[in-house]
């Protein structure tokens, strides 16, 4: 016997069966297919449009400059456009209905989106690291002012797509993605600020590649974190913050308990933990308090410990692994 539903706090019984019950009719009405990245789809769309917008004004500045900073900056922003591009198809697709083929629908296409996200980025900056150091072989003249004004034009629009993704990137990894991006711009239009300046003042031409440089590193390692998240659930590791070991013991913890066994924690996609788990129980205790009170247990057993949106239990008297491992192997 399996049932869905939220986990719920076990201290009061009574109490807690009546909130999971609430929680789980509100669940009922809740989109089967939403995300947690399509509450910022508004947000993005935004970001999206300064993104393109900037990185059009700095290939212009980039060239009337010879800026390469500039330059690395706008190449930058243009992966930026096409992951933000990218993010809202993701969201899109992940809005679809479930089918009887895609019993989730397209949820999981967030992930691979914040996936290519990681790649784009991790190939920008190793073509801006390259490029600068080819800077250095072959020097050219930069023009200071010129792109000190692109790049406080550059600053101030990353700083508004910030304050527009910042809330989202704790709920959403596609939508992270997209934040980590445009924090490596920001941080690209301070460097290339700076660089400018030194120009200026000092007339010091390795500034501009030396900021290129700045701004590649800058890149690599927040896209390995993300890649490191995102591979995760590609691979169905346990959600972020749940300790398996800690899940089990809690239900073992139950009276009447015997074994757990089959048990699985994984995430759909942002915002979507799963937990299903075959639960042995002694027949005394079934007959007892039956079925229902034991699955209304077991849902008030994990609730304030652990964040899971749905969860399965399969019921079992003992013995039945036995023979449940002769019939599905």
Not at 56 to 75: E, K
Not at 126 to 145: I, S
Not at 219 to 225: E, G, L, S
Request: charged fraction near 15%.
């Amino acid at each position: 016997m399996s049932v869905p539903g939220p986990l719920h706090n076990r201290r009061h019984p009574v109490r807690n069966t009546r909130r999971a019950l609430a929680r789980l009719s509100l669940r009922t009405r809740l989109p089967a297919t939403g995300t947690a990245a399509n509450a910022h789809k508004g947000r993005l769309r935004i970001a999206l449009t300064i993104t393109i917008t900037v990185m059009l004004a700095q290939i212009v500045g980039g060239l009337m400059a010879d800026s390469l900073a500039l330059i690395a900056d706008a190449t930058h922003m243009a992966t930026d456009a096409l992951g933000l591009g990218m993010a809202l198809l993701a969201i899109h697709f992940a809005n679809r209905p479930p089918t009887e083929n895609r019993t989730f629908g397209y949820a999981r296409a967030e992930i691979l989106a914040a996936l290519a996200n990681c790649l784009l980025l991790l190939g920008v900056g190793g073509y801006v690291l390259y490029e600068a150091v080819q800077r250095f072989v072959t020097p050219a003249e930069t023009e200071g002012g010129l792109a000190l004004w692109f790049g406080v034009f550059g600053l101030v629009a990353n700083m508004i797509s910030l304050s527009l993704l910042v809330r989202g990137q704790k709920e959403s990894l596609n939508v992270r993605g997209a934040f980590l991006e445009v924090v490596a711009d920001t941080l690209g239009s301070l460097t290339v600020i700076v660089a400018s300046v030194l120009i200026m003042l000092t007339g010091w031409q390795a500034a501009d590649p030396i900021a290129s440089l700045v701004i590649g590193v800058m890149i690599v390692p927040r896209t390995v974190k993300l890649l490191k998240e995102t591979l995760n659930v590609l691979l169905e590791s346990a959600p972020k913050g749940v300790d398996m070991a800690e899940v089990r013991a809690h239900i073992l913890d139950l009276p009447g308990v015997e074994e757990v066994h089959d048990l699985h924690a994984w995430t759909i996609t942002s915002g979507m933990p799963v937990l299903s788990a075959h639960v042995v129980v002694s027949s005394w205790t079934l007959d007892a308090i039956g079925h229902e009170k034991m699955l209304h247990e077991l849902q008030g057993c994990l609730g304030d410990h652990f964040d899971v949106e749905h969860c399965t239990f399969q019921l079992e008297p003992s013995g039945h692994a036995e023979h449940e491992a002769k019939l599905c192997h």
